[in-house]
C-alpha cells in the first residue's frame, strides 16, 4: 500500500510542469581529473534542482496540490509549497561560461566545459563535463615600488606576510586576494585612500622552463585612469573626531569618549577605525554605527562617528518540554525582560523568571521550581576605564543576584545566589570569563522524616541535603573556530570551567562557631570547600552539498572534590546527567549515579546527582527539505561519586562498562538560521539502572519505558 502511494506521489512531481518541458532533476559536474571536489563547482551552475532526500522532496507534492488554478486553496498550498525548477537549456550555456571563467579565475588556463542532457519521463538529467586546463607554477617574483618617502620602507616592512611566493600557482584569484590583503595593510600606515587599485600584475608563461615569472608594480595611479593622474602616496593623520547621535538616545559623554579610540593628530589607521567600530557596536542599545571619513587637506581626514539607537525595552517567552514512556512529564517555561540603557551608560537590565515542573499525570508525585533572576551588564570593566584596554574587544561586567525555591515530596529547598562576573574576548575565537566574587547561601527545610531516616546513615548524602554556605571564585575559558549562534560550516570548540570555594575563609577558621560535627559556620551555616572542574570538547564535521550533513561529536568530563569543612559539594554545584542536551535517552536527572539505585527508591521525582561525570557523543544531521533537518544519534556516559559511602555509585575503572549508560536516537529540527527549534526521541540500550545481568535492554522493550522525548532550542551541542 505505501509503496503505492509513494510511486503516485513520485509521479505527480511533474504534474506543474507545463507540457512539451521538463522537470530539472539533477545538475551535476564531473572532472577529468581530481585537482579538487567536482562540489566545489556546484555554485557557478546557473541553475540547480530541487533537493531532494531519498529521492523524495515532500513539498514538491505540496505545491501540485495547489494545481493551476488561481484559488484560495491553490494559492495557499503553492505558498507553503516548493515550486519544481523548469529546465532552462539556456541555463546550460550560462553555466558552462560560468564554469569555464571561474577555473581561469583559479588558475586552470584554457579550461573546456561540455554538456550533455538526458531526457526520462519529463525529467531532464545535466551532467557538465570539464577539462581542466594548465597551471603555472610562479618561479619568481619581481616588484617595482615607489620609492619616494617612506613608501618603500612601509611596503618592505610587511614583506614576510607576501601571499605571492615562488613555488606557487599562478592564478588572478591569488594576485587579487594579496592585492587586496597588502592594501589594507597599507590603510593601516597612514596611506588613506589607497586600494588594490593601483596594483598592476604582469605574468610570463613563455619562458623556457614553462612555469611563470610574475611582475608585481605598485604604481601612482589607479586602474583605468590616466598616467597624466599620477600622485604620490601620501600619510595623512586624522583631523576633527567628532560623534552623534540622535538627541532621544540619552547616554553619558565619557561612556563614549571611553570606547572611541581615534584621536585628532594620529596617524590614518584604518584597522583603528575598525576597533573604534567594533567597540561601540558592542553596546548592545546602538543599533547602527557608522565611521565616514573624509579627506579636508593634502595630509588630514575628518571621522564622523554617527550612532543610532534600537529599541530599549524587550521581553523573551520561551518553552521546553520532555517526557518519557513510564508518564514522567516536564515543563520548562521562561520569561524575561530587558532594558538596554537603565543608567543611561549602556548597561543593560535583564530580568528572568523561570520554572520547571515535572509530575505524573494521574499520581502525587511532582517538582517544582521556580527561579527569579536580575543581571545587570556593564560595556565595561567595572574599576578600569575601557580607553586603558587596546582592540576591538572591550571586557564586560556583569553583577547577578538570583533566588531559586524548589518545592518535593523530600523536601523544600531555597538558594540565594549573587556574583560579579567579568566577561571578555581575547581576538575572534577565545572567550572568557573571571567571578572573582560569587556566594551561594542553600537552606533546605520541610525534611519528609522517611527521606530523613533512609540517608541519615549515609553520611555524603546527609552533607549533600544540608543548610550550607558557599564562597569562592569561577573561571571560564572558551575557545572556538567559529562563535556563530548556529554554525553552518566544519567547526571545533573547548571550554574549560573551574570553580574554587572556601579556602579564603578557612583562614579564618578560628574565629568561627562549628557544630557537633566540627564543621565551622557562617551565620550558623557551614561553608563548603571544594574544588570543580569540567572540560568540554567538540568538533562538527560539515560535507556534502552546500555542507549541509554534519557529523557532530562531543566528549564532556568534570569532577568536584570536597575537603576540610566539606564531605561533600553543594547540591546545586554537583552533576547530572540526562536531558535535552545530555544522556537523551533519560529524563533530567533520572541517570546514575553509577549503579546506585538508591537514588531512584529515595524520590518521587528523580534528583541524581554525583561528583564525576563522564559522556561522549556523536550525532549525524542532515537535510530534509525546506527548513527541515533530521539526526541520528548515540549518547554514552554517567555520572559518579567520589567520595560516597555507597559502592555501587563510586567510580571506578572496573565498573566502567557496566555503570555507563547508552541510548540512541532520532530528532527533527526546524532550522530558521536565526533560531532553530528540535524534538529529539532517545531510546535507552545500556542502563545501569537496571539489575546486574539485564543491563542490555532487549529490543522488545525499547519502546516500554525506557525513551525520553525532548523539545529544546539550539542544537544539544
Known amino acids: 500500500m505505501w509503496f503505492g502511494v509513494l510511486a503516485v506521489a513520485a509521479c505527480s512531481t511533474t504534474k506543474a510542469i507545463p507540457e512539451g518541458e521538463y522537470l530539472l532533476r539533477s545538475a551535476k559536474v564531473v572532472l577529468d581529473r581530481k585537482e579538487f571536489p567536482s562540489s566545489n563547482l556546484n555554485s557557478y551552475i546557473s541553475q540547480r534542482p530541487n533537493s531532494y532526500i531519498l529521492g523524495v522532496n515532500p513539498l514538491l507534492y505540496v505545491y501540485n496540490w495547489g494545481g493551476v488554478k488561481d484559488t484560495w486553496g491553490g494559492r495557499f498550498f503553492r505558498s507553503i509549497g516548493v515550486e519544481p525548477v523548469v529546465f532552462d537549456p539556456v541555463g546550460v550555456e550560462k553555466s558552462i561560461s560560468n564554469l569555464e571563467n571561474h577555473l581561469k579565475y583559479i588558475g586552470f588556463y584554457g579550461s573546456s566545459v561540455t554538456s550533455s542532457v538526458n531526457y526520462k519521463k519529463r525529467k531532464a538529467y545535466v551532467t557538465y563535463y570539464v577539462h581542466l586546463g594548465k597551471r603555472y607554477q610562479i618561479s619568481s617574483v619581481d616588484y617595482q615600488i615607489p620609492s619616494y618617502g617612506s613608501f618603500r620602507q612601509d611596503f618592505d616592512a610587511d614583506r614576510p606576510n607576501i601571499g605571492i611566493k615562488p613555488g606557487m600557482f599562478l592564478s588572478e584569484s591569488a594576485l587579487e586576494a594579496e592585492a587586496e590583503r597588502s592594501s589594507a595593510y597599507m590603510r593601516t600606515k597612514g596611506y588613506y585612500g589607497f586600494n588594490k ?146 543608567f543611561h551608560g549602556g548597561e543593560v537590565l535583564n530580568l528572568g523568571l523561570k520554572g520547571n515542573f515535572q509530575f505524573k499525570p494521574g499520581d502525587n508525585a511532582y517538582s517544582t521550581e521556580v527561579s527569579v533572576t536580575g543581571t545587570i551588564r556593564f560595556p565595561m570593566f567595572l574599576g578600569i576605564p575601557s580607553r586603558v584596554f587596546k582592540g576591538p574587544n572591550v571586557p564586560r561586567t556583569d ?63 546527609v552533607a549533600a541535603y544540608n543548610n550550607n554556605f558557599d564562597l569562592g571564585v569561577s573561571g571560564m575559558l572558551y575557545y572556538t573556530t567559529d562563535s556563530s549562534p548556529i554554525p553552518m560550516s566544519s567547526y571545533h570548540y573547548a571550554r574549560l570551567n573551574l570553580d574554587v570555594s572556601g579556602n579564603l575563609l578557612s583562614a579564618f577558621n578560628k574565629l568561627m562557631p562549628t557544630d557537633e560535627s566540627g564543621s565551622h559556620l557562617i551565620w550558623n551555616i557551614p561553608y563548603a570547600r571544594y574544588v570543580r572542574v569540567e572540560l568540554n570538547l567538540g568538533k562538527t564535521f560539515r560535507f556534502g552539498r552546500n555542507e549541509r550533513q554534519a557529523l557532530a561529536l562531543r566528549l564532556l568530563g568534570g569532577v568536584g ?102 541510548d540512541w536516537g532520532l530528532g527533527i529540527r526546524l532550522n530558521l538560521s536565526y533560531i532553530l527549534v528540535r524534538l529529539d526521541a532517545g531510546v535507552r540500550l545500556h542502563d545501569p539502572g537496571r539489575a546486574a545481568g539485564d543491563r542490555w535492554v532487549p529490543v522488545n522493550q525499547w519502546f516500554k519505558g525506557n525513551t525520553a522525548i525532548h523539545f529544546g532550542v539550539g542544537y544539544p551541542f
Open 399 to 461: 553583577l547577578n543576584l538570583a533566588f531559586h525555591y524548589q518545592d518535593r515530596p523530600e523536601y523544600k529547598r531555597t538558594v540565594i545566589s549573587t556574583a560579579l562576573t567579568y566577561n571578555g574576548r581575547i581576538g575572534k575565537s577565545i572567550f572568557y570569563q573571571l567571578t572573582p566574587v560569587r556566594a551561594n547561601i542553600t537552606r533546605i527545610f520541610n525534611i519528609d522524616e522517611d527521606f530523613w531516616d533512609k540517608i541519615v546513615e549515609n553520611l555524603y548524602m
Open 197 to 342: 587599485s593601483f596594483y598592476a600584475f604582469e605574468a610570463d608563461t613563455l619562458s623556457h622552463d614553462g612555469n611563470a615569472k610574475v611582475k608585481v608594480e605598485i604604481r601612482d595611479y589607479a586602474l583605468g585612469d590616466a598616467p597624466s593622474s599620477a600622485a604620490e602616496h601620501k600619510k595623512f593623520t586624522l583631523g576633527e573626531v567628532n560623534i552623534s547621535h540622535p538627541q532621544r538616545l540619552k547616554i553619558r559623554r565619557s561612556v563614549l569618549e571611553n570606547l572611541n579610540t581615534l584621536r585628532p593628530g594620529m596617524l590614518y589607521n584604518e584597522q583603528e577605525i575598525n576597533t573604534t567600530y567594533n567597540r561601540l557596536s558592542s553596546v548592545n542599545m546602538l543599533s547602527g554605527v557608522s565611521i565616514n571619513t573624509t579627506p579636508v587637506a593634502d595630509d588630514k581626514v575628518n571621522c564622523d562617528i554617527s550612532l543610532r539607537n534600537s529599541g530599549l525595552q524587550a521581553f523573551k517567552a520561551q518553552l521546553e518540554a520532555s517526557v518519557n514512556s513510564t508518564g514522567l512529564m516536564g515543563i520548562s517555561p521562561q520569561l524575561n525582560y530587558s532594558h538596554k540603557n537603565i
Open 561 to 662: 572534590y570536597s575537603y576540610g569543612n566539606s564531605y561533600s559539594m553543594p547540591l546545586e554545584r554537583m552533576f547530572t546527567a540526562g536531558g535535552s542536551a545530555s544522556m537523551r535517552g533519560w529524563q533530567a536527572r533520572t541517570l546514575g549515579p553509577g549503579n546506585d539505585t538508591l537514588y531512584a527508591e529515595l524520590f518521587s521525582i528523580p534528583s541524581q546527582v554525583g561528583d564525576m561525570k563522564l559522556e561522549a557523543n556523536i550525532e549525524y544531521r542532515f537535510p530534509l527539505f525546506w527548513k527541515l533537518e533530521g539526526a541520528a544519534f548515540v549518547d554514552a556516559g554517567n555520572i559518579w561519586d567520589v567520595t560516597s559511602s555507597s559502592e555501587e555509585s563510586l567510580f571506578s575503572f572496573k565498573n566502567l562498562p557496566q555503570s555507563t549508560g547508552l
